[in-house]
């Protein structure tokens, strides 16, 4: 393997790495809230097509909903970041004096003092383009996001169907394939194992205990499960056996 060949392996990893944690994180949503459906309509004891219709229902229309929500964030930030770097254009353009001591005081806090501090200063000033940068970056804590938000849509789109389709898995499975195995059980154990997984893989994107990211995450599914299921039990006990 030559090393231009690595370097392109490297860097189509890294680009795949930039979106893990919208992948993450759609992931996350997605076993939740799928699993939430099956175990409400297995609380409420319906009928194994139904709960398939449901929790499809549900996988399309959150997932949908939440890449849509994803990429609007990602688009209104990059609208936002833009809006106050052309004042800040202006600010430099028009306002020097003003635009320069705001620097200053910027580095001054910093612990820049005497002449190192004017060295800076006229370094950082001379360069308009970097002038900016800093002043977005120091005065208004605004950092430009690099990632493609028509890419963060579909990352979080993708991962809410691949990790959201689990809960139904075995559902589906039974549907065409008749068995006589528990169904709830082995979608319980499928889905544990897929926060398992996706646990770990929050624990890369937030540099975290990878035990702790973990029983946080199953922890959540679980705790969605339980709620939805007992919701669905006592809904049943009083519209459909009433």
Known sequence: MNEAHIHQESKYF????????????GGIDGAVTTFAVVAGGFGADLDSGIIIILGFANLLADGFSMSVGAYLSAKSDNENYKKHESIEYWEVENLPDKEREEITEIYRAKGFQGDLLEK????????????????MKDELNLMEETKSPFKIGVATFVSFLIVG????????????????INIFFWTSVLTGLAF???????????QTSAIKSIA???????????????????????????
Do not use: C, H
């Open 165 to 180: 389709f689990i809960p139904l898995l075995v559902y589906l499975w039974t549907f065409f394939y008749p068995s006589t």
């Open 14 to 25: 890294q680009k795949l790495q930039e979106y893990l944690r919208e992948f993450v994180y």
């Open 216 to 242: 946080e995450t199953v922890a959540l599914g679980l705790l969605a499960a339980i709620v939805a299921y007992y919701v669905g039990d006592i809904l049943e006990n009083f519209f459909i056996k009433k």
């Open 196 to 206: 398992v997984v996706i646990g770990a893989l929050k624990s890369i994107v937030n």
């Open 120 to 135: 800076v200063v006229d370094q950082i000033t001379s360069n308009k383009d970097l002038w900016v940068a800093e002043m």
